[in-house]
């Protein structure tokens, strides 16, 4: 009798990982995002103990309840919005994350939309092949150095962003729900709108939460000088994107720099597609090798470790598994 726990695999896990994670249970493929609820029939569902998954998997009531055994479910991302914790918290379901892994990669591509965005770096570019440049010199841009930049969440990743900056002589300031001890020297804190009308460069690092959602919206906007830039690494609903459209088109805000936004995959007939003051990313934050290597790693260790016994690393509601011990 096959005494392995069956775990769904909804993510890329490489197959030297892949091996190590067959040695130890039965894995059920389901394309990473689709729903196992529809991609597997009840007998499947009915003994699956275990999940690794992408953040394109909704972890919801009703998934929760087309897998009765599921004892863990591990996210192979940081961010947690696609799991109702509240339900899986109640079904005592624990939920695991990759904190940690991917600070430093998603911290550069916020200092690389900064750079994008002050220095019009985008643009120089579709300049000089389109031949622009043999008629005339590029527009002056501006300067980060001496700056100020705002962090409205001071965690990881912030914390990271905040040590970048100093290379560049910026001077930075954030709000969170509290003080960080550990921002001491880093960073200067201040109350949220200050935030707002201080800063040169303005970087979101929150989760998205109920509370988070839409919490950047016009009111928050037009507290922004004319000449401040917005930059989302975090997650594209945390912002309201038609108040931000709006103050992109008005200019009461000089830019925007996104590598989230609220539908993802962004269609070519987004609004902010159109917008020259706009530098896009595909929510590539953590997208390169080493880190997704780093992140499945650390996922599909939680993903183990929760289901040997064994307190995994990275757990979101941790009340779950010292229930259980
Ligand atoms: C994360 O880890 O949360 C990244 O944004 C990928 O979703």
């Not at 499947?44 to 009765?68: F, N, S, Y």
């Not at 550069?108 to 300049?127: K, Q, Y």
């Not at 001890?181 to 201040?190: D, K, M, N």
């Not at 912002?239 to 539908?263: F, H, S």
């Amino acid at each position: 009798m096959n005494q392995k726990p069956k775990v769904i695999v909804s993510a890329p896990v490489p197959p030297d990982l892949r091996e190590q994670l067959a040695e130890r249970c039965e894995i059920v493929e389901v394309p990473t995002g689709q729903n196992p609820a529809e991609v597997l029939g009840a007998d499947a569902r009915a003994t699956i103990e275990g999940m690794v998954c992408t953040v394109r998997t909704k972890v919801d009531q009703a998934l929760l309840d087309a897998l009765p055994a599921l004892k863990v479910s591990s996210n192979f991302a940081v961010g947690f919005d696609n799991v109702d914790l509240a339900a899986a918290t109640q079904r005592k379901v624990l939920i695991c994350n990759t904190p940690g892994v991917l600070d430093g990669a998603v911290a550069d591509v916020t200092i690389g939309l900064m750079l994008c965005l002050s220095r019009n770096l985008v643009a120089g570019d579709a300049f000089v092949r389109s031949g622009a440049w043999t008629k005339g010199a590029f527009p002056l841009t501006r300067d980060i150095r001496g700056k100020t930049l705002g962090l409205l969440g001071m965690g990881r990743i912030g914390r990271v962003v905040a040590r970048a900056a100093q290379a560049f002589d910026m001077k930075v300031i954030y709000h969170n729900r509290r003080e960080d001890p550990q921002a001491e020297g880093l960073a200067t804190y201040v109350e949220r709108d200050e935030l707002f009308k201080s800063s040169d460069v303005l970087s979101m690092h929150i989760p998205l939460s109920a509370e988070t959602r839409h919490s950047i919206g016009k009111r928050e906007l037009s507290l922004m000088k004319p000449t401040a830039y917005l930059i989302n690494t975090a997650r594209g609903p945390v912002i309201d994107e038609a108040a931000l459209i709006d103050a992109l088109r008005a200019g009461t805000i000089a830019g925007a720099g996104l590598d989230v936004m609220e539908q993802e995959p962004l269609p070519a007939d987004s609004p902010l597609c159109a917008l020259p003051n706009v530098v896009l990313q595909a929510h590539v934050g953590s997208a390169t090798h080493e880190t997704r290597r780093a992140m499945i790693d650390l996922a599909v260790a939680n993903l183990m470790d929760a289901l040997s016994g064994k307190t995994p690393q990275a757990m979101v509601n941790p009340e779950v598994w010292q229930a259980r011990a």
